[in-house]
């Protein structure tokens, strides 16, 4: 039996590494921490006994490969799925409008909701459904080299609608702002989440923690299929002869009896026990996201999540005895004190949601600093694909070229690639 070491415990490694042991082959999974689900997980708040994520993650119905991952798994009943689109927003005076697709066939269903959205004049309504219209017939090679805002700025789409609607869809699909992302992934995105059908734009929302709802499963999965896992082990370099890996030396041992291998680790990691003129040439600029938690005495919100309009804070996700405030692209927050974040989110909520500091409990601010890259349009060019000049040595991981943001999409499509080029090299 052929066997594959694949380095990693996050979804891109845990997606190989499923797909492989699938398939018949003996797999060891190296992980550098104690846990599994690399920058997506959760843990239990010591001060109320709580789970909490790391980082909040909403999954689309676009997310094919996602799902099949959790299908295979058995974990698609941990998630909360949409039969349509629908999402509630909050402004400035706590009210509520929703972008809602009504019952009627796609796509007429979302441009009947788009036109219900009332947030948008008329005129923004119109000049939306001519973009998507125009999308759908787009070429993306027109696109390179622009940022969104360029792109949006071409559309003539107004400083309204950037604000109420397409600023919002870029920063929560990209983690960046107008106008860093690129013209062209945006493009892709906006292509696969509105014009593919009904079910591809929903939002799906996991009901437990990231651990329980994807990293458990696929853990329990991997050792039913007898996967080796090794936790708090760190690779440390990489013995190549011939063009081929031939030893692993980890923290804890000397590893030679392996056919293939596979790194799933964020390129800064990579670089520390793989050294390659290629990728050292590679500088991917990270986009911080902030996570605050907050305790209420009395929770009076009656949505699962909310969206914010024209606000420093993006989402608001309500887990009945916590809601979790959401900042993407929250590099500007990295040297900021905790306490000065919660007040300013504090500031924030008191006018979207009338919640005000004497309700509050607890709270805990999560600042995860490497939570995606900016996908400028420069960055297109620069992430590697799977394979690497070393024949049994591959490539996973959001960073790569999936053709997608960093999503757990693009991390799942990464690691099945990766091991998708084993399986047929074994046919």
């Not at 997980?41 to 689309?60: C, E, P, R, V």
């Not at 004049?121 to 993306?140: G, H, R």
């Not at 949006?152 to 609608?161: C, G, I, W």
């Not at 070229?401 to 799942?412: H, I, K, N, Q, Y």
């Amino acid at each position: 039996m052929k066997k594959c070491v694949v380095i990693g415990g996050g979804i891109a490694g845990l997606t190989s590494a499923v797909y492989l042991s699938k398939s018949g082959i003996n797999v060891e999974l190296i992980e550098s921490s104690n846990k599994l689900g690399g920058r997506a997980y959760s843990f239990k708040d010591t001060a109320t006994g709580s789970i909490i994520d790391n980082g909040q993650h909403i999954l689309m119905g676009c997310y094919e490969e996602t799902l099949k991952l959790f299908r295979l798994i058995n974990a698609e009943d941990n998630l909360i799925y949409q039969d349509r689109l629908s999402i509630p927003f909050l402004n400035s005076n706590s009210k509520l409008y929703k972008l809602e697709a009504t019952k009627l066939f796609y796509p007429l269903n979302l441009l009947m909701g788009l036109l219900n959205y009332n947030v948008l004049k008329f005129e923004d309504k119109v000049s939306v459904i001519v973009f998507f219209i125009k999308l759908a017939f787009s070429n993306k090679n027109k696109l390179k080299g622009l940022t969104v805002e360029e792109w949006l700025f071409r559309e003539n789409q107004s400083e309204n609608l950037r604000k109420s609607f397409w600023e919002i869809v870029c920063v929560g699909a990209l983690n960046s702002s107008t106008k860093k992302a690129s013209a062209e992934l945006f493009a892709s995105i906006l292509k696969k989440m509105f014009l593919h059908g009904n079910e591809a734009s929903t939002l799906i929302i996991p009901k437990l923690g990231l651990s329980e709802t994807y990293c458990k499963p696929a853990e329990e999965f991997l050792l039913k299929n007898e996967t080796s896992i090794s936790f708090s082990e760190n690779v440390l370099e990489l013995v190549i002869q011939n063009n081929s890996v031939k030893k692993i030396i980890t923290s804890k041992r000397e590893i030679e009896d392996f056919d293939y291998l596979i790194s799933a680790v964020p390129l800064p990691v990579l670089k520390k026990f793989y050294t390659d003129n290629e990728l050292a040439k590679i500088n991917l600029e990270n986009s911080c996201i902030v996570s605050i938690h907050i305790w209420l005495k009395e929770n009076y919100l009656n949505e699962k999540f909310y969206g914010l309009i024209d606000s420093s804070v993006h989402w608001i996700f309500n887990h009945g005895d916590h809601i979790t405030l959401v900042i993407s692209d929250a590099n500007y927050l990295v040297d900021k004190e905790k306490e000065e974040i919660y007040k300013m989110c504090l500031e924030e909520i008191k006018k979207y949601a009338s919640i005000s500091e004497e309700t509050v409990k607890h709270y805990k601010v999560i600042k995860e600093k490497r939570a995606t890259f900016i996908p400028t349009p420069e960055t297109l060019t620069k992430r590697p694909g799977t394979k690497t000049k070393i024949t049994n040595f591959f490539l996973a991981g959001d960073w790569t070229d999936t053709r997608l943001p960093a999503t757990l999409e693009g991390a799942v499509i990464s690691g099945k690639k990766a091991a998708g080029y084993i399986i047929k090299n074994l046919e």
